[in-house]
């Protein structure tokens, strides 16, 4: 997809939204504040993100290959 309409694509989404967090967090991305963007960040996705972080750690994994499969799946219900 060429850049330009990649660029539309997102603006249409951001227009539409009415998620003030997703403005905050596109906010903070422009404005190089990533301390600020963690801050803001829900403490639901920071608790996800911990989860995702330890089960790395313990080798709760699967490889990028079974990713695609298990994806594809869900993108055909």
């Known amino acids: 997809m060429k850049l330009t309409k990649q660029k539309e694509e997102l603006a249409k989404r951001i227009l539409e939204t009415e998620d003030k967090n997703v403005i905050k967090y596109i906010q903070a991305i422009f404005d190089n504040d990533v301390d600020k963007w963690?801050?803001?960040?829900?403490?639901?996705?920071?608790?996800?993100?911990?989860?995702?972080?330890?089960?790395?750690?313990?080798?709760?994994?699967?490889?990028?290959?079974?990713?695609?499969?298990?994806?594809?799946?869900?993108?055909?219900?």
């Open 38 to 77: 963690e801050e803001e960040m829900p403490e639901y996705v920071k608790k996800s993100i911990e989860k995702g972080l330890a089960d790395a750690d313990a080798g709760r994994t699967i490889s990028n290959a079974e990713a695609k499969k298990k994806i594809k799946k869900w993108l055909k219900k």
